[in-house]
């Protein structure tokens, strides 16, 4: 079997900023039946990730987690991952790997994925892609070994959870 490869180089501040969850496998701390699951990242001031996650759960309630990845070579493809408040985030063991598997030259679409083959998603900068694009970006997770048998496709409303929603929960 191949081994799990991230790009070769990624520009992190070309991958800042919005994108929506296309599909992923599953997550066990993340709901299946949650809907218009955005993810945006945005740089610390140490230089590290932010990375707030919000969607609306399954009794459609706004819901959030923010969490921090930090690069692990100049690569910046290849990233640890944790959401454990930041007072605890010394622990060690606490990470979890992110990898971009995948990403087109506009940066409007990258495969992510775990090198052990549990995690994986298909982001998009919009909340729908073309039936070929997908296809193309699961083809290399299929060439990369992941068994997408369980994949997960969550719907997109169009509604989009805001800090105001947060806020009010």
């Not at 060439?143 to 969550?154: A, C, V």
Request: some cysteine; overall charge negative; charged content about 35%.
């Amino acid at each position: 079997m191949t081994d799990v490869t991230a790009v070769r180089r990624l520009d992190l501040n070309r991958y800042l900023g919005r994108w929506y969850e296309i599909c992923r496998l599953p997550l066990r701390w993340e709901d299946e039946t949650a809907t218009d699951i955005t993810a945006n990242y945005s740089l610390n001031e140490d230089g590290n990730v932010r990375v707030d996650n919000r969607c609306f759960d399954e009794d459609g309630k706004p819901s959030q987690a923010v969490g921090e990845a930090v690069p692990v070579d100049d690569a910046k493809s290849r990233l640890k991952l944790t959401f454990l408040p930041e007072y605890i985030r010394w622990i060690p063991f606490t990470k979890a790997d992110y990898w971009v598997l995948k990403i087109d030259p506009d940066y409007h679409t990258a495969l992510v994925g775990t090198p052990d083959r549990k995690y994986l998603w298909i982001l998009s900068r919009q909340p729908e892609i073309s039936e070929e694009t997908k296809a193309e970006f699961l083809a290399e997770a299929r060439r990369q070994g992941f068994d997408l048998t369980h994949l997960i496709t969550p719907r997109h409303t169009g509604r989009e959870v805001t800090d105001e929603m947060l806020e009010r929960d």
